[in-house]
């Protein structure tokens, strides 16, 4: 969740809060969500809700992605949110989640290239947007923007994120480089038949697009590579990563027990299962659509929501003061696989 008002062309965080609850975890065995899942993320919820709630901000957006459009009881779960925490839950489709992923990293893309490709990896999915950095739509004013003028010339959503695809793969007694190997593949045969951002192959063969990379994996990554004390966003988010760097982050995970990883600072006990699913969804993507660089964004989601909540607030919120009413703040809050 973040709550945030607006500042300039951008916003000012004022709270933010975020818990790993896995609402996901074992729905590619079960198709539905657990129990014990849901009141995890029941749990985080009415937190997250209370905040909201005590900041009294002016404008929410709440939304689920791809455990609730999978889950089977998906609609129950999302009915027993609005009862126990007053949130409605919107479930917004793998396109309008690719548009948000970029509309939340648009500060790290370097207006130098001539293409991007953001990589949006989540616990049940996972969605790629190749952005044309050559065409408009990506500097409109806060009153005029719109996630659906990005220029976003091809997108795609896969069924495959870090929670399902540790479950498809379970580690063993050792991470084995055939063990990693066998999870890249698999996410390399969901991607190579895709041909809608064809047209964009020459721009990358040539080196000039890059890639941006969005997921607690990937800063875990980016994190290990700087072999940061204690995670510390500030040295994260916007840093560059040459794609030896990134496998060599990979390759360093790789020699780790699961509690050695457990015990990075910038993993920790809730991500160790998970970051090397992570870093093979990055591998796959960057062995199809090979580039120099990638870009490691602590943000996404949660960003590309608010700019959207925020888009032509500005009169609604000149109304609002000279009536004395509300904060002005907007909440964007994305409950998440």
């Known amino acids: 969740m973040l709550i945030a008002t607006p500042s300039g062309r951008s916003f000012r965080v004022v709270e933010a809060y975020s818990r790993i609850v896995r609402l996901g975890e074992g729905l590619s065995q079960t198709g539905r969500l657990s129990d014990a899942a849901m009141d995890r993320a029941l749990a985080a919820l009415k937190v997250a809700a209370e905040k909201v709630r005590r900041r009294k901000v002016a404008k929410l957006k709440a939304i689920a992605t791809q455990a609730c459009r999978a889950a089977e009881n998906g609609p129950e779960f999302i009915a027993r ?27 790290l893309l370097d207006r130098k290239a001539q293409a991007a490709l ?8 996972t969605e790629l947007s190749w952005v044309d950095l050559t065409a408009g739509g990506l500097d409109a004013e806060p009153g005029r923007f719109a996630t659906s003028r990005l220029p976003i010339k091809a997108w795609l959503s896969i069924p495959i994120g870090v929670v399902t695809l540790a479950e498809r793969f379970p580690e063993g007694a050792a991470a084995t480089e055939a063990w990693f190997r066998a999870m ?11 041909r809608h951002a064809d047209d964009l192959r020459p ?10 990379g969005t997921s607690g994996a990937i800063t875990s990554l980016a994190g290990m590579h700087l072999r940061l004390p204690r995670y510390d966003r ?13 496998d060599a982050a990979a390759r360093m995970l790789l020699e780790l027990t699961p509690q050695e990883r457990a015990d990075q600072p910038c993993i920790g006990p809730d991500r160790a299962d998970l970051v090397l699913a992570g870093a093979a969804i990055l591998q796959a993507v960057q062995e199809l659509w090979p580039c120099a660089r990638v870009r ?15 888009s ?16 002005g703040a907007a909440s964007a809050l994305n ?3």
């Open 234 to 246: 500030s040295q994260v988010d916007g840093i560059w990563m040459s794609r030896s760097q990134c």
């Open 184 to 194: 890249v593949e698999t996410v390399k045969d969901q991607l190579r038949e895709f």
């Open 81 to 107: 949110v609005a009862s126990e925490t007053g949130l409605q839950l919107q479930i917004i489709t793998p396109r309008e989640e690719a548009q948000l992923s970029v509309a939340g990293c648009l500060n």
């Open 296 to 310: 490691v964004a602590d943000r996404g989601l949660r960003e590309g929501i608010l700019m959207s909540l925020m």
């Open 335 to 337: 409950a998440a696989e």
């Open 118 to 125: 953001v990589v949006d990896v989540g616990g049940g999915s």
């Open 312 to 327: 032509g607030s500005g009169k609604r919120k000149r109304r609002r003061r000279r009536r004395g009413r509300g904060s």
């Open 203 to 212: 721009v990358f063969d040539a080196g000039e697009a890059h890639l941006v």
